[in-house]
């Protein structure tokens, strides 16, 4: 097919492209722009690229450098209003884009908004293949091969955007439209083919509309806190360093490199001298000299000679290799482990790992003074803060954008497994509350909003039960017992009801033994949903008090498989289907490929088997919680539910913003009932009647602060200076027993009056 492609140099031209999408029906589009963040205030779109069938492709220049005769007596604004009112806002035209989260949020933010049917190929083709590369440039090379060659187009990545030549840049951009274009179609009739549209149409580009608004909305940041962060991080990364290099071994290793490095930094001198001089280069040989004599004398001037005397740099892979392992001048601990390559084979590098050093904690005999800590314990420490710092206080403070808030990029297919991916920040990765506070500190909510969280409880496990329909776990959910706990009361034959009260009672003499015994069994629990081996579960479950051998970890499963039969029976299941099929098939109809179930490396085929009981429980799970972000989204827009904007999610959970007259027990009480079933049967053909999908609320002034709802409550308190937190708790212990089910009965008043009354 031939392509037609050119730039459009005057707004009659314009109007021309606007008939045409609106004859065609169709628009593919594509920005190019000077890479800036979306929310920046430098942030420019450099030219808008659009395809209204195969072959065609018009570049319409907004702010390229060679634009500025382009737009006589009109705008690159105005003209791109025109276009976006015209055919992205007409509800007859089909849009069509690789990625088109991004490109919406770019014609959003000129206030033009989208109506009407979007297809979305990288989308399309992800649910066709999770194993595959997403990217436009990938599919042409395998689906559009007399094409591949477009990529030249991009040759010179060291130039801007906005400075590339405007006629290769638009030859480009309408390469990227037209084959979006093309196979964008191709995907989408393939997913009906499949059996993929329904899971497409109604969960993966509702879900993709909602998580564009949470980038929009973003995370207000509390850059003062940022600062005053910066400086205790680095406060105590000198700390540790400090006391790191005050140890005897780390001093003698620190002599050693210091003297190696002057040793051989005099040999290459006096290497330079004696050339020089054979060439009678007399004045290159007196500066040489002159060095030679200061570096002798211990006077270090320039920066190569500065590096003489640096310290041990306790990041460096080469040097703690060398301190941890050498004989003559380290720590001289025994090599118990090897690096791996990206084929997972092992290398002859041994490795510096933090389960390697935490192993090697037992031959650690450098303990300081007060016997606290050694090298081992400190340098983990250390690693822990710099990881801290680097990734989330200066990290995230790099991140903030014109308007004062970071603003994630949630990636529906940036995994194989179907959960969520996030990035600029990873904001699945965002340490608990309970092992960093500080990080989740520096988001706040808008002035006098709060942040309204809501997750599932356990949700993995309840989807397990359910697939398995296990009786006993099944009941155990539905009467509100704390599963690990009852998990641990069956395996050493207690009463759940006599044991539930010496766990809710931290003074009884046995509280720490129930406690242990519970997390023993929450630890064997979700080892079954990742289907782990006994080897891996022994591991899990050893502390260095108390190792646990593998023939116990294998005790330990046999235990589970006798008190919840039925799991068994489903792993098998699971085993043989992804055994005959190359894939397992979640609630929502998403397959995981595992051509690897075929191979003959016993290891590889062991971990496709495993897949095949993970991956349907863990993708439902992140579904569930997906689809009813897109029911809650659809009922704030329909007003059926207070205004609230979603701005973060991990996994099974959602982080919105709210005033706080709205956080009431109507409110609650409406978001969990979409979420413990969120209309699956009329979408999916499935529900979850037979296990309560239970959900955690939380209330908070910043991310960190994790207030569990009061039913009720007077949420104006928390905005107040003299909020008592005490007080808070002491409210709460007289509403914590009453069940979110029972909120229609118990606090009638809320029920019979709308939210917009308040």
């Given at each position: 097919m031939?392509?037609?492609?050119?730039?459009?140099?005057?707004?009659?031209?314009?109007?021309?492209?606007?008939?045409?999408?609106?004859?065609?029906?169709?628009?593919?589009?594509?920005?190019?722009?000077?890479?800036?963040?979306?929310?920046?205030?430098?942030?420019?779109?450099?030219?808008?690229?659009?395809?209204?069938?195969p072959g065609s492709g018009i570049s319409i220049p907004l702010q390229h450098f060679e634009c500025s005769e382009s737009h006589i007596n009109k705008t690159?604004?105005?003209?791109?209003?025109?276009?976006?009112?015209?055919?992205?806002?007409?509800?007859?035209?089909?849009?069509?884009?690789?990625?088109?989260?991004?490109d919406n949020q770019i014609f959003q933010r000129y206030n033009i908004y989208s109506r009407g049917t979007v297809?979305?190929?990288?989308?399309?083709?992800?649910?066709?293949?999770?194993?595959?590369?997403?990217?436009?440039?990938?599919?042409?090379?395998?689906?559009?091969?007399?094409?591949?060659?477009?990529?030249?187009?991009?040759?010179?990545?060291?130039?801007?955007?906005?400075?590339?030549?405007?006629?290769?840049?638009?030859?480009?951009?309408?390469m990227d439209t037209d084959f979006t274009f093309r196979l964008s179609i191709f995907f989408e009739s393939f997913l009906i083919k499949k059996g993929f549209y329904n899971l497409y149409r109604n969960l993966i580009m509702p879900a993709s509309k909602v998580l564009q608004s949470a980038e929009k909305n973003g995370l207000p940041f509390d850059v003062e806190l940022n600062v005053k962060l910066r400086e205790k991080y680095n406060n105590l990364i000198n700390e540790y360093n400090t006391k790191l290099r005050s140890i005897r071994t780390v001093q003698r290793y620190q002599n050693y490199i210091i003297k190696k490095r002057k040793e051989d930094y005099i040999e290459t001198l006096e290497s330079e001298i004696e050339e020089l001089r054979e060439e009678g280069k007399d004045r290159q040989v007196k500066t040489r000299e002159q060095?030679?004599?200061?570096?002798?004398?211990?006077?270090?001037?320039?920066?190569?000679?500065l590096k003489l005397i640096e310290e041990v740099n306790f990041s460096s892979q080469k040097q703690m290799v060398d301190l941890l392992y050498n004989s003559n001048h380290g720590f001289k601990f025994p090599v118990i482990a090897y690096t791996v390559d990206k084929h997972k084979k092992p290398t002859n590098n041994p490795s510096t790992a933090e389960d390697t050093l935490i192993k090697?904690?037992?031959?650690?005999?450098?303990?300081?003074?007060?016997?606290?800590?050694?090298?081992?314990?400190?340098?983990?420490?250390?690693?822990?803060?710099?990881?801290?710092?680097?990734?989330?206080?200066?990290?995230?403070?790099?991140?903030?954008?014109?308007?004062?808030?970071?603003?994630?990029?949630?990636?529906?297919?940036?995994?194989?497994?179907?959960?969520?991916?996030?990035?600029?920040?990873?904001?699945?990765?965002?340490?608990?509350?309970?092992?960093?506070?500080?990080?989740?500190?520096?988001?706040?909510p808008p002035k006098n909003q709060l942040f309204l969280s809501?997750?599932?409880?356990?949700?993995?496990?309840?989807?397990?039960?359910?697939?398995?329909?296990?009786?006993?776990?099944?009941?155990?959910?539905?009467?509100?017992?704390d599963i690990h706990l009852a998990s641990a009361c069956k395996k050493y034959h207690e009463d759940y009801n006599e044991i539930i009260k010496i766990?809710?009672?931290?003074?009884?003499?046995?509280?720490?033994?129930?406690?242990?015994?519970?997390?023993?069994s929450k630890t064997i629990n979700f080892g079954i949903v990742y289907?782990?081996?006994?080897?891996?579960?022994?591991?899990?479950?050893?502390?260095?008090?108390?190792?646990?051998?593998?023939?116990?970890?294998?005790q330990f499963l046999d235990e589970f498989f006798q008190t919840f039969p039925k799991i068994k029976r489903f792993i098998d299941r699971q085993h043989k289907f992804m055994e005959k099929h190359g894939y397992c098939v979640s609630l929502f109809g998403r397959r995981r490929r595992c051509p690897k179930v075929y191979s003959e490396n016993y290891g590889e085929y062991l971990e496709a088997l495993r897949q095949s009981t993970n991956a349907p429980v863990q993708s439902a799970a992140s579904d569930m919680a997906l689809f009813a972000s897109v029911i809650v989204y659809g009922k704030v827009k329909k007003g059926e539910l207070p205004p609230m904007k979603e701005v973060n999610t991990v996994h099974d959970s959602v982080y919105q913003f709210i005033l706080p007259k709205y956080i009431t027990p109507d409110t609650i009480y409406n978001i969990w009932d979409i979420c413990r079933n969120p209309s699956t049967k009329e979408y999916f053909g499935f529900s979850i009647d037979d296990v309560d999908m239970s959900m955690d609320f939380t209330i908070g002034r910043n991310m960190a602060e994790e207030l569990p709802y009061i039913p009720g409550y007077d949420y104006n308190k928390l905005l107040r200076e003299d909020f008592d937190i005490d007080e808070y708790y002491r409210e709460y212990n007289k509403y914590r027993d009453i069940p979110i089910s029972d909120y229609p009965k118990k606090f009638k008043k809320y029920f019979k009056e709308s939210w917009r009354k308040r």
């Open positions: 031939k392509t037609r492609y050119h730039i459009i140099k005057s707004y009659s031209e314009l109007e021309k492209l606007v008939e045409a999408c609106l004859k065609t029906g169709y628009a593919s589009v594509d920005f190019e722009t000077n890479a800036e963040p979306i929310y920046n205030d430098t942030f420019k779109p450099t030219i808008l690229s659009v395809t209204f069938q690159w604004l105005e003209w791109l209003t025109y276009f976006g009112r015209n055919v992205i806002e007409n509800p007859n035209v089909v849009k069509i884009a690789w990625n088109w989260k991004f297809i979305d190929g990288m989308l399309a083709k992800y649910l066709l293949n999770e194993e595959r590369p997403n990217g436009l440039k990938d599919m042409v090379r395998r689906f559009l091969p007399e094409f591949s060659d477009y990529e030249k187009y991009d040759s010179f990545d060291s130039i801007p955007w906005s400075k590339k030549p405007l006629k290769k840049l638009c030859e480009y951009g309408c060095k030679l004599s200061r570096i002798i004398a211990g006077e270090y001037t320039t920066k190569a000679e090697l904690k037992e031959y650690d005999k450098s303990g300081f003074i007060d016997n606290k800590s050694g090298f081992i314990d400190t340098l983990l420490d250390l690693r822990g803060v710099q990881t801290i710092n680097s990734t989330f206080i200066v990290g995230l403070g790099d991140l903030v954008q014109s308007d004062g808030g970071v603003h994630p990029t949630f990636l529906i297919h940036g995994t194989v497994s179907g959960r969520l991916s996030s990035r600029n920040p990873n904001g699945q990765n965002i340490p608990k509350t309970m092992v960093n506070p500080d990080v989740k500190l520096q988001f706040i809501y997750d599932y409880s356990q949700a993995e496990l309840r989807i397990l039960a359910h697939l398995a329909n296990e009786s006993t776990m099944l009941e155990w959910f539905r009467t509100g017992k766990y809710q009672d931290e003074q009884h003499p046995e509280y720490k033994l129930w406690k242990k015994r519970r997390k023993e289907e782990q081996s006994a080897g891996k579960l022994a591991e899990s479950l050893s502390t260095p008090e108390e190792p646990v051998s593998k023939e116990e970890g294998q």
